[in-house]
């Protein structure tokens, strides 16, 4: 299986709704365009900004048609699959081939605590139903309640199309570990962190799957691309630019932030969906400044605010 184009900055986008929160088309593609202009490198569907757990399945099926469409295979789109039963995963499988994505991202389950033989089998069923597509594992534990071992790692690195891992636990140590066990493999693993996209590119990752290339793509690939171009200097400089506005991110309801964000600097992807809602005037004043410092909001605009 070529895995050459899993690399660099893959943006989880968020999912534009409506006050019915049903999807906004229009919206959503004007997103797609706006992230692939900015330099990412990949799109994944229905990761946690893009709230996949708040959206029901003709939903989101409709809107990995609408992404699909409009990415024209400019760069590639992986589905996210977070749900809890192994049959219900396989069915979002069998759904992102129908929609041409080109790739898939596991989440483990929420709320149950499987073994590893269950998480193992659990993952590998999802995968044997699109051996054709490259599949990314998703290493979450923050949210899920428990996280990924190296030692099940390693084994579902053997799966042949099970190709990459999203590390966001926040451990360096651990994404250390997943790249030094899986280096004579074929595996390709993936900062999850948007504030250690760096640290994770000096150990061996490919790349980042980082929330903020939503609303800064540019400045997230331009750590990336520093990188890769030897200039360190630069890519730490980016990093930093960077982090204080992924910052103001855990200030909010997760992962209301991101769409507070997009719509700060005129994207009007709709609000989150409920409970969540937004961020305190406060929070939404700092986003503006940081955002208006990077360059993406005029300063005209921050004194009418």
């Given at each position: 299986?070529?895995?050459?184009?899993?690399?660099?900055?893959?943006?989880?986008?968020?999912?534009?709704?409506?006050?019915?929160?049903?999807?906004?088309?229009?919206?959503?593609?004007?997103?797609?365009?706006?992230?692939?202009?900015?330099?990412?490198?990949?799109?994944?569907?229905?990761?946690?900004?893009?709230?996949?757990?708040?959206?029901?399945?003709?939903?989101?099926?409709?809107?990995?048609?609408?992404?699909?469409?409009?990415?024209?295979?400019?760069?590639?789109?992986?589905?996210?699959?977070?749900?809890?039963?192994?049959?219900?995963?396989?069915?979002?499988?069998?759904?992102?081939?129908?929609?041409?994505?080109?790739?898939?991202?596991?989440?483990?389950?929420?709320?149950?605590?499987?073994?590893?033989?269950?998480?193992?089998?659990?993952?590998?069923?999802?995968?044997?139903?699109?051996?054709?597509?490259?599949?990314?594992?998703?290493?979450?534990?923050?949210?899920?309640?428990?996280?990924?071992?190296?030692?099940?790692?390693?084994?579902?690195?053997?799966?042949?199309?099970?190709?990459?891992?999203?590390?966001?636990?926040?451990?360096?140590?651990?994404?250390?570990?997943?790249?030094?066990?899986?280096?004579?493999?074929?595996?390709?693993?993936?900062?999850?962190?948007?504030?250690?996209?760096?640290?994770?590119?000096?150990?061996?990752?490919?790349?980042?799957?980082?929330?903020?290339?939503?609303?800064?793509?540019?400045?997230?690939?331009e750590i990336y691309d520093k990188y890769m171009a030897g200039d360190i200097e630069g890519s730490c400089e980016a990093q930093?630019?960077?982090?204080?506005?992924?910052?103001?991110?855990?200030?909010?309801?997760?992962?209301?932030?991101?769409?507070?964000?997009?719509?700060?600097?005129?994207?009007?992807?709709?609000?989150?969906?409920?409970?969540?809602?937004?961020?305190?005037?406060?929070?939404?004043?700092?986003?503006?400044?940081?955002?208006?410092?990077?360059?993406?909001?005029?300063?005209?605009?921050?004194?009418?605010?």
């Open positions: 299986m070529d895995t050459s184009s899993i690399k660099g900055i893959i943006v989880p986008i968020v999912t534009p709704v409506d006050e019915n929160n049903c999807i906004n088309e229009e919206a959503m593609s004007r997103m797609v365009n706006y992230v692939i202009d900015g330099g990412v490198h990949g799109i994944l569907a229905f990761g946690s900004n893009g709230e996949f757990f708040a959206i029901d399945y003709k939903e989101q099926r409709r809107a990995l048609a609408c992404m699909v469409k409009t990415a024209a295979k400019r760069i590639p789109v992986y589905m996210g699959i977070a749900g809890i039963t192994t049959k219900e995963c396989v069915e979002t499988a069998k759904m992102a081939i129908e929609e041409g994505a080109d790739g898939l991202s596991i989440l483990p389950p929420m709320f149950i605590s499987p073994t590893e033989d269950e998480l193992y089998a659990h993952i590998v069923a999802i995968a044997e139903t699109a051996p054709e597509l490259p599949v990314l594992l998703y290493n979450n534990p923050g949210k899920v309640g428990y996280g990924l071992s190296v030692n099940l790692v390693k084994r579902l690195a053997d799966v042949p199309n099970i190709v990459g891992i999203k590390d966001t636990s926040g451990n360096m140590t651990l994404t250390a570990e997943f790249i030094r066990t899986t280096r004579d493999k074929d595996f390709k693993v993936m900062a999850g962190k948007d504030t250690m996209i760096l640290g994770s590119l000096a150990y061996g990752a490919v790349g980042a799957i980082a929330s903020t290339a939503n609303i800064v793509p540019e400045l997230v690939v930093f630019k960077l982090t204080p506005f992924r910052n103001t991110f855990d200030k909010v309801s997760f992962p209301a932030g991101t769409k507070d964000a997009c719509n700060l600097i005129g994207l009007e992807v709709g609000n989150s969906i409920k409970p969540n809602t937004t961020a305190s005037k406060a929070v939404l004043d700092e986003m503006r400044e940081i955002l208006t410092d990077l360059g993406y909001i005029k300063r005209e605009a921050l004194l009418e605010a």
